[in-house]
């Protein structure tokens, strides 16, 4: 009978053969592969990692065979985790329908469509963005105006969804729309799946300070999406949703776990822009130490992201544990950019032309791009209130007359 130790050795040795010795580094932003249709690599070794991961079935390793997955255990998954961390291996393709909507499929789609959606999702086919804030309802999220009218044998849908993530490059979105006007806020709402190339669908680019335009605003008119693209139980979406954004804020947290997306070695940029330690004046010392103790918390955030995934296995209810951490990796990021660019002074305030490396106006943009992770998957003050009703049990205070 085949142990864990079995299989732990037989993973690493399979990893050390199939990965790619490039595909063990830390990932650049520029780099990332994206599922889909339309899918594009950079290099011969980034082809042959996704296709040889796909074709294990570990791009999605936990799920059930039948819907394409590699039908680990939750330990053989440990396992599995571990291995590539040592290792250092990318994963091969950054997907959040596998990381988001496929979990909830798995829990709450039918067994129709969990045949029809899961599969091209396992083997990296199709691209998924997500359909859930809104103008003036982005943190009220259950305030939403997006609507699905019932129309015979097809919703409806009408409204726009905002800040959705490569909205123009995804090929189906899963959104909550009003399907119950008259219901209260949670009440009334149900969860779609939706093709991008419907007609009555346009997404625009929306400029960030960044210089980058990852967000869309999408908008819907008159578009018919079949009714067996209703996930879950007529207006019964809001279940579904908080059960997606707890597996939104645990993807979220792994971008940390897998140098994603950000690249920056703080302690490698600390000494090529500090004088050595023994010639540093107090306020480069200082700097140093700030350096030093970033690093200590990314890394104890690293190994605490480990803990956790073994603790979550024996948990029914997450979402406490995800905002915590989701929490504590958006503001240890935006903290990591504000010590580099003190470490980096002017060579990080770079936008663009060759008196800067392309390293350092990375920077620049990454610092900006720091601010949004605080607010995308749920502001931190959204996280905090989760925290305080849910891991601390505080009770909710009164409003004022």
Not at 77 to 96: D, F, G, K, T
Request: hydrophobic residues 40%.
């Amino acid at each position: 009978m085949s142990t864990i130790e079995d299989f732990r050795r037989e993973t690493r040795a399979w990893l050390e053969a199939n990965c790619p010795q490039s595909m063990r580094s830390p990932m650049p932003d520029g780099d990332l592969v994206w599922g889909g249709r339309t899918v594009e690599f950079k290099t011969e070794d980034q082809r042959l990692w996704f296709e040889r991961m796909r074709d294990k079935g570990w791009f999605c390793p936990d799920w059930p065979v039948e819907y394409g997955g590699g039908g680990l255990s939750a330990e053989q998954n440990a396992v599995l985790e571990s291995e590539m961390r040592r290792l250092r291996c990318r994963p091969p393709q950054i997907n959040l329908g596998v990381w988001m909507l496929g979990p909830v499929l798995l829990e709450f789609g039918s067994e129709e469509q969990k045949r029809a959606l899961l599969p091209p999702m396992a083997r990296g086919e199709i691209r998924w963005c997500q359909g859930f804030s809104e103008p003036n309802a982005g943190s009220d999220l259950a305030s939403l105006k997006a609507s699905a009218v019932d129309a015979g044998d097809h919703f409806l849908v009408n409204g726009t969804k905002i800040w959705t993530s490569y909205g123009d490059k995804s090929d189906w979105m899963y959104m909550l729309v009003r399907t119950d006007p008259s219901a209260s806020k949670q009440k009334g709402i149900s969860l779609l799946v939706v093709d991008m190339a419907s007609p009555g669908i346009e997404a625009r680019p929306i400029d960030l300070i960044s210089g980058k335009s990852s967000f869309c605003q999408v908008f819907f008119d008159n578009v018919k999406v079949p009714k067996d693209h209703l996930i879950g139980p007529l207006h019964g979406g809001w279940t579904l949703a908080k059960a997606l954004l707890q597996h939104e804020r645990r993807a979220m947290s792994k971008f940390g776990e897998f140098s994603l997306p950000n690249h920056f070695d703080l302690l490698e940029l600390a000494e090529r822009y500090l004088p050595p330690a023994a010639s540093s004046s107090l306020a480069e010392a200082g700097l140093r130490a700030r350096a030093i103790a970033t690093a200590m918390d990314e890394h104890a955030y690293k190994l605490t992201t480990q803990r956790m995934g073994e603790e979550m296995r024996a948990r029914q209810n997450v979402s406490g544990v995800m905002s915590i951490m989701k929490l504590v990796h958006s503001e240890q990021e935006k903290d990591k950019f504000e010590v580099l660019l003190d470490l980096m002074g002017h060579r990080a305030l770079g936008w663009e032309g060759d008196a800067f490396e392309a390293e350092e106006l990375a920077v620049a943009r990454a610092w900006l791009g720091s601010f949004a992770q605080t607010i995308a998957g749920g502001s931190s003050e959204v996280q905090l209130n989760v925290i305080a009703k849910r891991v601390l049990e505080l009770p909710e205070g009164k409003q004022a007359k």
